[in-house]
């Protein structure tokens, strides 16, 4: 009798116990990650010396709107992202989806530090259903710079907003080029940042800006599969196959895919290091560039890797100016040929044109219409950061938080410590940089 009785006053003290300390208390902190803070870590040195490699951050959702649980929506905020705020926000050029395609993927869930899983509807044989997105979809942290409506321009690495020279950096941030280029990280502009219900005409933008406006219909659309197609005309015949025998590309950082496939078709060995600015040239096919940039992003891991319990995908954004590229070697091209025909009457004319699609669900566009606010953004370490300059525009939908406090810091540039390795453990006391902690972000100057 007394057995009994002692099991039913403990059953429910054990529940009430634990309610109070494991139920609760998960429960209101998945409720503050969700709509509330967001932690992230600066991975590398684009925002030195205001924010540095190592520094662990908070930052606020309900800032600019907050998520809505299972759906591509947010709800309200209560301001938008301004010039000098620092903001965290999903990366614009890699899929949000593996493979770009939510209608085969299904996001199960977000594992944090171990990245997020998806299931695949239609695997391939012998592949699993659990795909593993370790790295993405990255989140980056820049400083916003320049809203919509705002005419920006770069130039010899300088910005200008409206037609007024940015004389100094926020925060921190510094210039450590040595010399200027015409790449996208000296040379910009001008060109007014996008605004709700602007209208953009397919067939009036270059390679490069239809690229930027692929990006933001991908970001305002993220249910729909959006697909960048060009076709190469020559002599009013599609001719997709068609090779380029001294196809030039600027040495510059965001034309590394092109100048390491350059290097590897051409069997090209160099006999000096290249240097920003310098040009190379070989054999490249259309196709090459075509390709790619109907896919929009680089697949980093074989996707048709077989066995385990899951397939394991990353990727790396597709930059636009290599589209760049490819037109301006077609004006080039045609150059050219107007010279030679000019010079010799017999010979005929060469014509070469560059045709572009931008589909939506299958289905071709002739205009977009802007929906959301337009925002650009920047590195404080101006010379060494990929930003807005490369891949163009962040939409509201991929704002992420507001970075508000460093809540840790650990410097570890030369990788002495490792958790793996109990032997290191001992630096840690040493590598914690205990005078950045707490600090408040926009409170962080010069």
Same mark, same amino acid.
């Given at each position: 009798m007394e057995g009994s009785e002692r099991k039913k006053v403990v059953v429910p003290q054990f529940l009430k116990t634990l309610t109070r300390e494991i139920i609760v208390p998960v429960f209101l902190a998945l409720i503050v990650i969700q709509y509330v803070i967001q932690a992230f870590q600066i991975p590398s040195g684009s925002m030195e010396d205001t924010l540095k490699t190592g520094d662990f951050l908070l930052g606020l959702k309900f800032t600019y709107g =907050?998520? #809505? $649980? @299972?759906?591509?929506?947010? @709800? $309200?905020?209560?301001a938008l992202p301004k010039a000098g705020d620092v903001v965290i926000f999903r990366y614009p050029g890699e899929p949000e989806y593996p493979d770009n395609n939510p209608g085969r993927y299904t996001h199960l869930f977000n594992a944090l530090m171990l990245g997020n899983y998806y299931w695949d509807h239609e695997p391939e044989e012998g592949q699993p259903h659990i795909v593993h997105y370790? +790295? %993405? $979809?990255k989140d980056y942290i820049k400083r916003c710079v320049a809203v919509s409506g705002d005419t920006v321009q770069v130039y010899k690495g300088r910005l200008s907003i409206n037609g007024v020279r940015q004389e100094s950096l926020p925060g921190r941030g510094k210039y450590t080029a040595q010399y200027r280029t015409r790449s996208p990280r000296d040379e910009r502009g001008p060109f007014v940042v996008p605004s709700v219900g602007d209208v953009f005409v397919v067939d009036s933008l270059s390679l490069e800006q239809l690229w930027w406006l692929r990006s933001i219909v991908l970001q305002e659309n993220p249910n729909s599969t959006v697909t960048f197609e060009m076709s190469l005309i020559h002599n009013g015949k599609e001719d997709n196959n068609y090779e380029f025998e001294n196809y030039r590309i600027p040495v510059e950082n965001d034309r590394a895919f092109s100048i390491n496939a350059m290097l590897e078709r051409n069997r090209i060995v160099l006999q000096q290091r290249l240097r920003q600015g310098d040009t190379i040239t070989g054999n490249m096919p259309f196709a090459f560039f075509r390709e790619y940039a109907k896919v929009g992003f680089l697949p980093v891991l074989d996707p048709h890797a077989k066995g385990g319990l899951t397939r394991s995908v =990353?990727?790396? %954004? /597709? +930059? %636009?100016s290599q589209l760049q590229d490819v037109e301006d070697n077609v004006k080039y091209l045609n150059k050219v040929a107007l010279e030679d025909s000019t010079t010799d009457s017999t010979l005929q004319k060469d014509t070469f044109e560059i045709r572009r699609? !931008? !589909?939506?669900?299958g289905k071709p #566009?002739? =205009?977009?219409? *802007?929906?959301?606010? *337009? /925002? @650009?953004?920047m590195g404080d370490n101006r010379d060494n950061s990929a930003d807005s300059r490369y891949w163009g525009f962040v939409t509201l939908r991929n704002v992420r938080a507001k970075a508000f406090v460093i809540y840790f810091s650990f410097e570890n540039d030369d990788q002495k410590f490792s958790l793996g390795n109990p032997l290191t453990w001992w630096r840690l006391p040493l590598r914690i940089r205990y005078s950045r902690i707490g600090k408040i972000i926009h409170m962080i100057e010069k």
């Amino acid at each position: 009798m007394e057995g009994s009785e002692r099991k039913k006053v403990v059953v429910p003290q054990f529940l009430k116990t634990l309610t109070r300390e494991i139920i609760v208390p998960v429960f209101l902190a998945l409720i503050v990650i969700q709509y509330v803070i967001q932690a992230f870590q600066i991975p590398s040195g684009s925002m030195e010396d205001t924010l540095k490699t190592g520094d662990f951050l908070l930052g606020l959702k309900f800032t600019y709107g =907050s998520p #809505i $649980p @299972f759906t591509n929506q947010k @709800f $309200p905020g209560y301001a938008l992202p301004k010039a000098g705020d620092v903001v965290i926000f999903r990366y614009p050029g890699e899929p949000e989806y593996p493979d770009n395609n939510p209608g085969r993927y299904t996001h199960l869930f977000n594992a944090l530090m171990l990245g997020n899983y998806y299931w695949d509807h239609e695997p391939e044989e012998g592949q699993p259903h659990i795909v593993h997105y370790a +790295d %993405g $979809p990255k989140d980056y942290i820049k400083r916003c710079v320049a809203v919509s409506g705002d005419t920006v321009q770069v130039y010899k690495g300088r910005l200008s907003i409206n037609g007024v020279r940015q004389e100094s950096l926020p925060g921190r941030g510094k210039y450590t080029a040595q010399y200027r280029t015409r790449s996208p990280r000296d040379e910009r502009g001008p060109f007014v940042v996008p605004s709700v219900g602007d209208v953009f005409v397919v067939d009036s933008l270059s390679l490069e800006q239809l690229w930027w406006l692929r990006s933001i219909v991908l970001q305002e659309n993220p249910n729909s599969t959006v697909t960048f197609e060009m076709s190469l005309i020559h002599n009013g015949k599609e001719d997709n196959n068609y090779e380029f025998e001294n196809y030039r590309i600027p040495v510059e950082n965001d034309r590394a895919f092109s100048i390491n496939a350059m290097l590897e078709r051409n069997r090209i060995v160099l006999q000096q290091r290249l240097r920003q600015g310098d040009t190379i040239t070989g054999n490249m096919p259309f196709a090459f560039f075509r390709e790619y940039a109907k896919v929009g992003f680089l697949p980093v891991l074989d996707p048709h890797a077989k066995g385990g319990l899951t397939r394991s995908v =990353s990727y790396m %954004g /597709f +930059d %636009g100016s290599q589209l760049q590229d490819v037109e301006d070697n077609v004006k080039y091209l045609n150059k050219v040929a107007l010279e030679d025909s000019t010079t010799d009457s017999t010979l005929q004319k060469d014509t070469f044109e560059i045709r572009r699609r !931008l !589909l939506v669900d299958g289905k071709p #566009i002739e =205009s977009y219409t *802007v929906q959301t606010p *337009v /925002f @650009f953004m920047m590195g404080d370490n101006r010379d060494n950061s990929a930003d807005s300059r490369y891949w163009g525009f962040v939409t509201l939908r991929n704002v992420r938080a507001k970075a508000f406090v460093i809540y840790f810091s650990f410097e570890n540039d030369d990788q002495k410590f490792s958790l793996g390795n109990p032997l290191t453990w001992w630096r840690l006391p040493l590598r914690i940089r205990y005078s950045r902690i707490g600090k408040i972000i926009h409170m962080i100057e010069k």
